[in-house]
């Protein structure tokens, strides 16, 4: 697995080029959550998109997965 600080400019590359720049990280008792755009957490319907995100045990898992993904 590559070290955390390449695979977070590798993140903050795919946000400036398919979201504006804008890229979320949330950490919660289940796990790491990473994806683009900002929440509104405000609203059901984007509560229960994030909930339904994959939870990773580590924040490199998860940047991981993201950059594979994307």
């Not at 590559?2 to 289940?30: P, R, V, W, Y």
């Not at 755009?37 to 045990?57: M, V, W």
């Amino acid at each position: 697995m590559q070290n955390i600080e390449t695979l977070i400019k590798q993140a903050e590359n795919i946000a400036k080029e398919k979201a504006d720049g804008h890229l979320s990280m949330l950490k919660f008792t289940t796990g790491w959550k990473i994806f683009l755009g900002t929440p509104n957490l405000d609203i059901g319907e984007e509560r229960e998109r994030i909930s339904e995100l994959e939870a990773f045990p580590t924040l490199a898992e998860a940047l991981a997965s993201f950059v594979t993904e994307n």
